[in-house]
Protein backbone atom coordinates (compact mmCIF):
# COMPACT_ATOMS: atom_id res chain seq x y z
CA UNK A 1 0.00 0.00 0.00
CA UNK A 2 1.43 3.33 -0.69
CA UNK A 3 0.89 6.77 0.94
CA UNK A 4 1.20 10.39 0.00
CA UNK A 5 1.85 13.21 1.97
CA UNK A 6 0.45 15.93 -0.33
CA UNK A 7 -1.31 19.55 0.34
CA UNK A 8 -2.32 22.09 -2.14
CA UNK A 9 -3.99 25.10 -0.93
CA UNK A 10 -5.54 28.34 -2.94
CA UNK A 11 -5.53 31.27 -1.29
CA UNK A 12 -3.95 35.00 0.01
CA UNK A 13 -0.82 35.91 1.76
CA UNK A 14 -1.64 38.11 5.19
CA UNK A 15 1.99 39.70 4.70
CA UNK A 16 5.12 40.12 2.13
CA UNK A 17 6.68 37.80 1.67
CA UNK A 18 10.30 36.85 4.10
CA UNK A 19 12.95 36.08 3.03
CA UNK A 20 15.21 34.55 5.75
CA UNK A 21 18.54 33.32 5.66
CA UNK A 22 20.06 30.90 8.11
CA UNK A 23 23.57 28.73 8.38
CA UNK A 24 24.65 29.92 4.71
CA UNK A 25 20.88 29.06 3.10
CA UNK A 26 18.04 30.72 1.94
CA UNK A 27 14.37 30.37 2.31
CA UNK A 28 10.86 32.12 1.97
CA UNK A 29 8.40 32.03 4.56
CA UNK A 30 4.70 33.10 3.52
CA UNK A 31 1.83 32.75 5.47
CA UNK A 32 -1.32 32.19 3.92
CA UNK A 33 -5.07 32.68 4.33
CA UNK A 34 -7.82 29.88 3.32
CA UNK A 35 -11.17 30.24 3.99
CA UNK A 36 -13.89 27.34 2.56
CA UNK A 37 -17.57 28.65 1.83
CA UNK A 38 -20.46 26.35 0.97
CA UNK A 39 -24.13 26.83 -0.59
CA UNK A 40 -26.92 25.98 1.91
CA UNK A 41 -30.46 24.77 0.41
CA UNK A 42 -31.52 27.80 0.31
CA UNK A 43 -28.81 28.87 -2.16
CA UNK A 44 -27.22 31.60 0.01
CA UNK A 45 -22.87 31.56 0.31
CA UNK A 46 -22.04 30.79 3.76
CA UNK A 47 -18.17 31.18 4.50
CA UNK A 48 -16.20 28.87 7.27
CA UNK A 49 -13.74 30.49 9.57
CA UNK A 50 -10.37 31.18 7.95
CA UNK A 51 -7.23 29.14 8.56
CA UNK A 52 -3.64 30.30 8.31
CA UNK A 53 -1.00 27.86 6.99
CA UNK A 54 2.58 28.76 7.39
CA UNK A 55 4.24 27.90 3.94
CA UNK A 56 8.22 27.51 3.55
CA UNK A 57 9.66 27.62 0.23
CA UNK A 58 13.44 25.92 0.07
CA UNK A 59 13.36 25.24 -3.91
CA UNK A 60 15.46 27.82 -5.95
CA UNK A 61 13.17 28.28 -8.72
CA UNK A 62 10.61 28.59 -6.32
CA UNK A 63 12.27 30.58 -4.14
CA UNK A 64 12.82 33.39 -6.85
CA UNK A 65 9.35 33.60 -7.66
CA UNK A 66 8.22 33.63 -4.08
CA UNK A 67 10.20 36.56 -3.14
CA UNK A 68 8.24 38.80 -5.40
CA UNK A 69 4.86 37.76 -3.66
CA UNK A 70 2.93 40.80 -1.56
CA UNK A 71 0.66 41.21 1.21
CA UNK A 72 -3.11 40.28 -0.59
CA UNK A 73 -1.85 38.15 -3.63
CA UNK A 74 -3.65 35.09 -4.27
CA UNK A 75 -1.60 32.12 -4.47
CA UNK A 76 -1.90 28.69 -5.55
CA UNK A 77 0.63 26.14 -3.75
CA UNK A 78 1.27 22.20 -3.77
CA UNK A 79 3.89 20.75 -1.02
CA UNK A 80 3.90 18.49 1.25
CA UNK A 81 2.95 18.51 5.59
CA UNK A 82 5.68 19.07 7.83
CA UNK A 83 5.85 19.16 11.53
CA UNK A 84 8.73 20.99 13.76
CA UNK A 85 9.02 20.34 17.64
CA UNK A 86 9.29 23.34 19.78
CA UNK A 87 9.27 24.31 23.18
CA UNK A 88 7.52 27.02 24.67
CA UNK A 89 8.33 29.42 27.59
CA UNK A 90 7.22 26.57 30.26
CA UNK A 91 9.65 23.96 28.50
CA UNK A 92 6.80 22.08 27.06
CA UNK A 93 7.23 20.57 23.45
CA UNK A 94 4.86 20.89 20.71
CA UNK A 95 4.67 20.30 17.28
CA UNK A 96 4.05 23.34 14.36
CA UNK A 97 2.65 22.37 11.42
CA UNK A 98 4.41 23.96 8.19
CA UNK A 99 3.57 23.49 4.40
CA UNK A 100 6.92 22.54 2.56
CA UNK A 101 6.37 24.10 -0.77
CA UNK A 102 7.61 22.79 -4.27
CA UNK A 103 5.62 24.83 -6.32
CA UNK A 104 4.02 28.24 -5.84
CA UNK A 105 2.19 30.04 -8.16
CA UNK A 106 0.45 33.28 -8.69
CA UNK A 107 -3.01 33.69 -9.06
CA UNK A 108 -4.41 36.79 -11.26
CA UNK A 109 -7.11 38.85 -8.94
CA UNK A 110 -10.40 39.32 -10.54
CA UNK A 111 -9.27 42.87 -11.60
CA UNK A 112 -6.24 42.02 -12.92
CA UNK A 113 -8.30 38.82 -15.61
CA UNK A 114 -8.43 40.02 -18.79
CA UNK A 115 -11.97 40.33 -19.86
CA UNK A 116 -13.58 39.23 -23.28
CA UNK A 117 -12.83 42.22 -24.83
CA UNK A 118 -9.29 42.36 -24.04
CA UNK A 119 -8.47 38.55 -24.92
CA UNK A 120 -10.36 39.37 -28.42
CA UNK A 121 -7.91 42.84 -28.93
CA UNK A 122 -4.79 40.58 -28.00
CA UNK A 123 -6.08 37.21 -30.57
CA UNK A 124 -6.40 40.18 -33.63
CA UNK A 125 -2.44 41.52 -33.06
Excluded: C
Aim: without cysteine; proline residues 3%.
Amino acid sequence: MSSNNRVELTGFLDQDAKIIEQEGKKFVALSIATTDSYKDDAGQWHEKETIWHNVLVFRPAAIQFAEKLKKGDKVELVGSLSYKPFKDEKGNTHNQAAIIAGFVQHQPKKSEEPNQEEINTALQK
